[in-house]
């Protein structure tokens, strides 16, 4: 039994419109992920300055669960990076990515002297 008629003009439009959007998602998450740093900055100021207030809110968690209903989790890790590491160091994470920071994070938590070893010298794996 052989399938439908091969209608190859549409095959070829969808196919192309499938492969466009794709490409403009791995576009947008790479945006986002570089941008990380960038809101942690952000989210750090809002609650500093208590902007949340300026909305109605009773805290800065309402401020989170409004604008990160799925996950406040990672603004709070958002908001790590940007506390934990100087500015030098935070514009290289925009590079690797906001949840290898996070690990990173975890690290200089442990111990936040041996991180700058770990940038200057990204082959010396002896500080993990």
Known sequence: MRGPEL????????????????SWQRKSETERDKRFVELGAYLCEVRTGQYWRIENLRSFDEFLEKRFPQSRRK???????????????RRDLREIGWSKATD????????GNRIHRAFSNPF?????
């Open 124 to 128: 010396d794996e002896s500080w993990t």
């Open 104 to 111: 990173l994070v975890r690290i200089v938590r442990r111990d």
């Open 75 to 89: 603004a709070y890790y958002r908001m790590a990076i940007h506390e934990r590491f100087p500015s030098p160091i």
């Open 7 to 22: 209608d190859s003009r549409r095959a070829i439009d969808v196919l192309t419109k499938i492969d466009d959007l794709l």
